[in-house]
């Protein structure tokens, strides 16, 4: 096993689950029991998010019976339909072929063994033995090989796998202990015999072990064997009836080691015992429901212990508590299946659980379940799943939760018992809650409860558990219903700010009722509009007012509101009008939060902002909620997840799916506690998070080669990746790609990549998330490709893989062609001059001389003008035209993603008009100098597709990268600011740019990606240019047809 050698080893066999299970029926007792049994408790148990990976995502079985990872960093799954090799995003499965002598020997495989010596995985299945050359990819099989000696395994079925310090290669089976010399191949085998008590206990092995003495141990159904090579023969140590000191049962199904010294065996139906091999003496047990099937050790020196049937246990080493993972089917994000048939920690901490039938489970710990207060299946008491509005933590530490359809709640308590209380509208209960849509709960400075809601304003009656409804009906306020409330703040003064939707800011006073209403007409602007989003009285006394235009601040001097607005003109406005959250930190600097422009920080003493968006790093500019942590770091909820900022160096971190942030839409509700936990309102429910861990991940990852293809072919590599010696290639195989991998598996989502073809690039090229590189036509020469990657957290792998390249060059451009070309010309004019003096001779060389070289120039002058165009720089149509059909046809066979950018220059016509023809050539040459700087790869075609026209070919690029380019264009021509008196959009050049992408099949032709581009950049001329539009006109059908 990879990362350490007190990984436990055990078999994994179908026909075993089968011989178990007969087992319970003559299941035995012990009558005294003297052990130390553990308490079960469920720590930490709830707080674990497991993965799931099956068939669907590419495994070649969902039944996993071995799971190791290689030195390269790849991980191995046996399964009972053939071997599969997985690096984070893509599986390469290996399955018995009839016809080829060296294939998988079956597809049944029970267990998996990583030599540590040697490149080898060996691969226990039903038809014995197989040795799989990871170098080389060939399997070398035992299953029906036989020596000089004329010896096989003694049973095809192979259970376990072990390799000890001498080198020798140990197979245990359902029949019998196998010995293999590594060099020789020669196999002796080993059988119980009741008449030589140095045999084995018992000819079904169901596992070895190797300690950290270099002392094979061996698991069978008699018992546990030591093997003494001085002897050649076993010591034994039994299951014995009435005898507390001895094994609880004899049915050893795995071995493991916690420390130097002592064993944990595993027994079927007794339980785990921590065995002293000296004295042979128990030293303590762990009891628990369900049968042991495997046995594992972590660095920590906690020990996992898989199941048949019963889910998996943590034993925690320090606490000495059992802490039980049991299945819940109910529960995407549990364990999903009882039976655990294999384990496995990699050299990255993730843990990796294969079952017998629901695939792989992964265990992050680094990935936390964040939901708190959540949705529980058929529990009518637990919160519903519905839009969270707002979170209150009162002066008694209960939770108020306001929901968008379903009421209030309130949860009292612990969370695994939760007291709640629920509220809803009853239309013949006056008393009861206004309405069922809550935006809003607060508790005010004397301790009482204000609830604001679609229906208005309530106040709660703790004594009789319900509502006093409060009319806001009065002076300055439309006559009807009751105002939509949708924000409470309480003064200084015990007077509210009641933000509603559509009639502005009322003031109103418990006593005198509405003393004043701000409300938005063009006649009497009061406040910057009508619809309120959030409120905030700061520190300083000062009252700030976000709507849905703008933001506001009261001046108490003047009884009016100051209101800030985005300008496209100023960088120091507002980056957006729609103000969804507003904070003041600790230091009294008031952040606002926008519902598409990020957030934007008040620098203080002026009114001018400071602006961290998307490109800063936010997961998203839509801002739903912010709080302040204890150490002054902004954590901000949007639509794509959770951002914390850094305010003092800028860095932003973010937590998303790859974290445990399980939802698909956060919501605009927000608190903190005072033990410093952070509370955010979603889909999933209320989420907490620990402000005081942010969990990173220090593993930088292994690099590796998955493939490489020449012309769309796969090409083979390995040689040239291990040796250094160069892949070669013809003048005519202008095509080659690159698919790496890096190998770490935390979230291999998240890993990121960086590449570079010495020789060719100046620079390194970031692709983000895209394992995959390509060229085209490059020219003769030698060049070296290098990759490097980054894990989940950004932490690199700065040794870069390297992988050499020779492009042999075309006949006509090598030096013998050449050289014969010269001689034929030389000996054409000797032959036509032969009658001329030797004067006139060197001129006809000089002149040939001199001819070829200028015909050379010419050539290499056409062949530019036929790819580039001329006044850009760029590439041109005719290039577009053949990337399209290059790169299409090749997405087909990859299957893999191509998007279209089409760009076009805002009332370029005009600008012709206004400043002429030669500042309108120089207009077009910064347009193409501004495209191709906010490209990422050198491979990304940027053309000039005709007139004032661009287009962008991403290769394996989504629409979601498509957009960050867009965003990055859009910021580029609003920073360069070229002058353009004649457009109407804006007082600068501006560009619109259509979008569109998919992954192409056989029957979609490259016409339709750029009629779907064209009409999207249509629409955004349409919507008043200057921006982008995501063509989505498309049905389903018609890109799965």
């Known amino acids: 096993m990879p990362e350490s050698p007190r990984n436990c080893q055990k078999a994994d066999t179908r026909e075993i689950g089968k011989e178990v299970g007969s087992i319970l029926s003559r299941k035995h007792f012990i009558s005294l029991i003297l052990f130390f049994l553990v308490q079960l408790i469920p720590l930490g148990a709830n707080s674990i998010i497991f993965d799931h990976i099956t068939q669907k995502d590419g495994l070649a079985n969902n039944g996993v019976s071995g799971i190791v990872q290689d030195k390269r960093g790849y991980l191995w799954f046996g399964t009972q339909n053939g071997l599969s090799r997985y690096d984070g995003k893509v599986f390469l499965n290996y399955e018995h072929n009839p016809f080829e002598k060296n294939s998988l020997p079956h597809n049944l495989v029970q267990t998996l063994y990583l030599d540590p010596i040697d490149p080898y995985l060996w691969i226990g299945t039903y038809e014995g033995l197989s040795r799989f050359n990871l170098e080389t990819e060939e399997f070398f099989n035992f299953s029906s090989y036989e020596n000089k000696a004329g010896d096989v395994l003694s049973n095809e079925v192979v259970t376990s796998i072990v390799r000890d310090e001498q080198g020798v290669l140990w197979a245990g089976t359902l029949n019998g202990l196998n010995r293999i010399d590594p060099v020789s191949l020669d196999i002796r085998s080993y059988f119980h015999n009741e008449l030589d008590e140095g045999s084995l206990l018992h000819n079904t092995i169901r596992s070895l072990y190797v300690d950290t003495r270099g002392r094979l141990w061996v698991g069978s159904y008699g018992g546990l064997d030591l093997y003494q090579p001085e002897t050649d023969s076993f010591g034994h140590f039994r299951a014995e009836e009435g005898n507390p000191q001895s094994l609880p049962s004899p049915f050893v199904m795995s071995i493991c080691q916690t420390d130097d010294f002592n064993l944990w065996v595993g027994t079927w139906d007794g339980g785990v015992s921590l065995l002293d091999p000296l004295s042979g003496a128990i030293l303590e047990h762990i009891r628990f429901e369900g049968n042991t099937y495997l046995l594992s050790a972590d660095p920590s020196g906690d020990l996992w212990i898989g199941t048949w049937g019963d889910g998996l246990y943590r034993w925690s080493a320090s606490s000495k508590e059992l802490i039980h993972h049991e299945v819940d089917s109910d529960d995407p994000y549990k364990l999903n299946h009882g039976i655990i048939y294999s384990f496995l920690r990699d050299r990255g901490g993730v843990y990796w659980i294969g079952t017998n039938g629901r695939g792989v489970n992964k265990l992050n710990p680094q990935k936390k379940d964040f939901r708190y207060i959540s949705h529980t299946l058929n529990d009518p008491l637990s919160l519903p799943e519905d839009k969270i509005r707002d979170i209150l933590i009162d002066s008694q530490g209960r939770f108020w939760i306001a929901t968008y359809s379903e009421g209030l709640w309130r949860f009292e308590g612990d969370k695994r018992d939760w007291k709640v209380q629920h509220w809803m509208p009853d239309t013949e209960n006056p008393w009861s809650l206004s309405h069922f849509n809550v935006a809003t709960v607060i508790e005010d400075s004397q301790g009482r409860f204000w609830v604001g809601s679609l229906g208005g304003l309530d106040r709660y009656n703790p004594k009789t558990n319900d509502f006093d409804r409060v009319s806001l009906l009065g002076y300055g306020t439309i006559a009807g219903d009751e105002p939509i409330v949708d924000a409470i703040t309480e003064d200084v003064d015990g007077t509210f700010w009641i933000g509603t939707n559509g009639s502005g800011i009322i003031h109103w006073s418990k006593s005198d009722g509405v003393l004043d209403v701000f409300s938005y007409s063009t006649e009497n602007p009061r406040l910057s509009n009508n619809l309120v989003f959030s409120q905030l009285l700061d520190s300083r006394g000062t009252f700030w007012v976000g709507t849905n235009m703008g933001l506001n601040r009261y001046d108490r001097e003047k009884g009016q509101f100051d209101f800030f607005y985005h300008n496209l003109d100023d960088m120091t406005s507002l980056s957006n009008n729609v103000i969804t959250d507003i904070l ?229 451009k090598q030096r013998w062609f050449f050289l014969l070309y010269i001689a034929g010309a030389v000996m054409a004019v000797f032959l036509i001059s032969n009658l001329q003096a030797n004067v006139m001779l060197k001129r006809k060389l000089n002149s040939v001389k001199s001819s070829h070289d200028h015909l050379q120039v010419i050539n290499t002058n056409l062949e530019k003008l036929a790819w580039i165009d001329g006044l850009t720089g760029l590439s041109n149509r005719r290039y577009f035209d053949l990337s399209m059909n290059n790169l299409w046809h090749l997405a087909i066979r990859e299957n893999k993603i191509i998007t279209l950018l089409m760009i076009d220059v805002d009332h370029f016509k005009a600008y012709n008009d206004f400043y002429g023809h030669q500042m309108g050539d120089e207009a077009l040459r910064t347009t193409g100098r501004l495209i191709r700087s906010v490209m990422k790869r050198d491979t990304d075609a940027v053309c000039r597709y005709g007139g004032e026209e661009f287009t962008v070919l991403l290769f394996d690029t989504n629409i979601q990268e498509g957009e960050a380019l867009c965003d990055s264009l859009l910021e580029k021509f609003r920073e360069e600011k070229i002058p353009h008196e004649g457009s109407s959009v804006a007082p600068y050049l501006t560009i619109s740019i259509g979008i569109s992408g998919f992954t192409p099949g056989i029957s979609h032709e490259p016409s339709q990606l750029v009629d779907e581009s064209d009409k999207a950049l249509y629409e955004a001329k349409n919507r008043g240019r200057n921006q982008y539009v995501v063509f989505s006109g498309r049905s389903k059908d018609s890109i799965e047809s």
Request: proline share 6%; aromatic share 12%; hydrophobic share 35%.
């Open 584 to 812: 003041e930190d600790s230091l009294g600097r008031i952040w606002v939060g926008t519902g598409g422009g990020g957030i934007n920080l008040l620098n203080p003493g002026t009114d001018t902002f400071s602006h961290f968006t998307r490109l800063e790093g936010l997961s998203s500019n839509h801002v739903q909620a912010m709080e302040e942590d204890g150490q002054g770091r902004i954590w901000i909820s949007t639509i794509s997840g959770v951002s914390v900022l850094n305010p003092t160096n800028g860095s932003i971190l973010n937590i998303d799916e790859s974290d445990g942030i399980i939802v698909d839409q956060m919501d605009n509700s927000s608190t903190v506690d005072q033990d410093g936990y952070i509370y955010f309102g979603s889909s999933e429910g209320v989420l907490r998070f620990d402000s005081a861990i942010l969990y990173d991940n220090p593993h930088p990852p292994a690099l590796w080669m998955n493939e490489v293809k020449v012309m769309g072919e796969p090409y083979p590599f390995l040689e040239a990746l291990i040796t250094g010696e160069p892949l070669v290639l013809n003048w005519e195989q202008s095509f080659i790609s690159f698919e790496f991998a890096a190998l770490d598996f935390t979230s291999p989502a998240q890993n990121q990549y960086r590449y570079k073809l010495e020789g060719l690039d100046r620079q390194w090229v970031f692709s983000g998330h895209r394992n995959f590189a390509a060229y085209q036509n490059l020219p003769p020469g030698h060049y070296v490709f290098h990759v490097q990657g980054s894990n989940n957290d950004g932490v690199w792998n700065e040794t870069s893989l390297r992988l050499p390249l020779y492009v042999k060059a075309p006949p006509w």
